[in-house]
């Protein structure tokens, strides 16, 4: 049949599938029918104007982050007498929503350029800071607001050694946004 025209009937509705009912005539312009067409459903503007707009972009911030003490012997079997060097220690911060929290963990070791590169066993070349990465700790759904997450020294069952360190802490939110990474310094000392 010849098609002279078509349009989407006043009484239909696009289902969720995208298909809505059309009226078209064929042959004599006053005989119509009906047939099932299929249309692309469009998705509606969110409050920025365009696809998919109101999606949630927004970083989660972390603030007022601060460790105490910084210097701390690995969390242990109790001593003892009288202990002299704190054991463990507590991270805290402000989150301004609910996320999930990763601390990364790094060690600081002193080195020489060498090369082009930190080296801890070089003798010669500018002093320097070599990163090596220790381990990292994940603390899950942490609520918005003020947090602590207590440091025992240890990633999962292995003690770090003593010497300095430095914790990155980023906080991710359930659409995956990350914050800005926050650092603290700290030093593991042996238990006295």
Do not use: M
């Amino acid at each position: 049949p010849t098609f002279y025209s078509g349009t989407l009937l006043p009484t239909a509705a696009v289902n969720a599938g995208g298909h809505a009912a059309v009226a078209w005539s064929a042959g004599a312009p006053d005989t119509f029918h009906t047939l099932l067409a299929r249309y692309e459903v469009a998705r509606p503007a969110g409050p920025g104007g365009g696809p998919g707009a109101g999606a949630d972009t927004t970083r989660p911030v972390i603030g007022k982050l601060r460790l105490n003490p910084r210097r701390f012997a690995v969390a242990g079997r109790r001593a003892a007498g009288k202990r002299r060097v704190k054991r463990g220690s507590t991270l805290r911060f402000r989150l301004s929503e609910r996320a999930t929290v990763r601390i990364r963990i790094d060690r600081l070791q002193r080195g020489r350029r060498a090369g082009g590169r930190c080296r801890p066993a070089a003798k010669t070349g500018r002093r320097c800071l070599r990163l090596r990465r220790a381990g990292t700790l994940v603390r899950r759904d942490r609520r918005a607001g003020a947090n602590r997450i207590r440091i025992s020294g240890r990633i999962g069952r292995r003690a770090l050694r003593p010497g300095r360190y430095r914790a990155t802490v980023v906080a991710i939110d359930s659409a995956g946004n990350r914050s800005k990474p926050r650092r603290v310094a700290f030093r593991i000392v042996r238990a006295r």
